[in-house]
């Protein structure tokens, strides 16, 4: 079965943003294109937003939101293997 036609749905303690529609994602190091499901994107965001936060201001990060952000990764993982290695890997 395929990841994209897979009923994907994010875990109980995802709280960012939900979005229903998909996005073409560029890796702004290998200039690789994914185009990730709403799931997915929303996913995305979440982990890209967090990492973020861990490089500005690493001294505001708790400890939740960094065991938030190795969940995120290994959802990825589980859920589109492909494009966690084009985007997160």
Do not use: C
Not at 22 to 51: A, C, P, R, W
Not at 62 to 67: A, E, P, Y
């Amino acid at each position: 079965m395929s990841n994209k036609t897979k009923e994907q749905t994010l875990p109980k303690w995802f709280d960012g943003l939900l979005y229903t529609d998909g996005d073409t994602v560029t890796n702004k190091f290998t200039g690789v294109e994914v185009y990730l499901t709403g799931t997915e994107l929303s996913m995305y965001d979440f982990i890209m937003g967090t990492q973020w936060v861990m490089e500005v201001a690493p001294k505001t990060v708790t400890s939740k939101q960094i065991n938030d952000f190795h969940k995120g990764l290994r959802w990825f993982q589980k859920n589109n293997i492909n494009a966690y290695m084009a985007l997160l890997d």
